[in-house]
């Protein structure tokens, strides 16, 4: 029976890495702009490019194994494509911890406004430990924030990328 199953041609790695510059590219170009990261708009530029990179995985995957491939293998696929790309953006980040020290810094300022603007229920001393706290494990945090988000990314996008894989053996 495994004599019958044709091997599986991927790409997972190139379009990993062309997609994981792609989303490094779109970062620096939103730090070099000065637009503000919290924003949904700049956030959804990243989600954006990591999922069309995915999406195209996919759809790419499909086309070269002739859309004779499974919803799990192109699934698979697509998610080892994002796991590349992750492996890119944690890259980034920690570049740009040393890189762009002021990010983290204008991070700090906005809380201090934020904490200290609407907290009312907070006394000064727990608004500087929050802060200390916050300095203290940034690195981490970012770093966590980072990994979460790139996998339900990841996850969500490789279903999409596994359709586009199967959905040309659907249609026909």
């Known amino acids: 029976m495994a004599d019958n199953i044709a091997p599986v041609q991927s790409q997972h790695i190139k379009v990993g890495i062309v997609t994981g510059l792609a989303v490094c590219l779109c970062f620096l170009a939103v730090y070099k702009s000065g637009i503000d990261t919290k924003y949904p708009a700049s956030q959804f530029l990243f989600a954006f490019v990591f999922a069309l990179g995915l ?13 004779q491939v499974s919803f799990g293998q192109a699934f698979s696929n697509s998610f080892k494509a994002g796991l590349i790309i992750t492996l890119f953006w944690v890259a980034y980040d920690v570049i740009s911890l040393y890189a762009f020290p002021e990010i983290k810094q204008s991070q700090i300022d906005r809380m201090e406004a934020e904490k200290v603007i609407h907290s009312t229920k907070m006394t000064n001393q727990e608004i500087d430990k929050s802060i200390a706290d916050f300095k203290a494990h940034y690195h981490t945090m970012l770093l ?11 996850a969500s996008s ?8 199967t959905m040309r053996k659907r249609i026909a």
């Open 158 to 165: 490789s279903v999409m990328g596994g359709m586009m894989a």
């Open 144 to 154: 966590q924030v980072t990994v979460f988000w790139s996998l339900i990314i990841n």
């Open 55 to 67: 999406a195209v995985n996919g759809f790419i995957f499909g086309k070269i194994n002739g859309y």
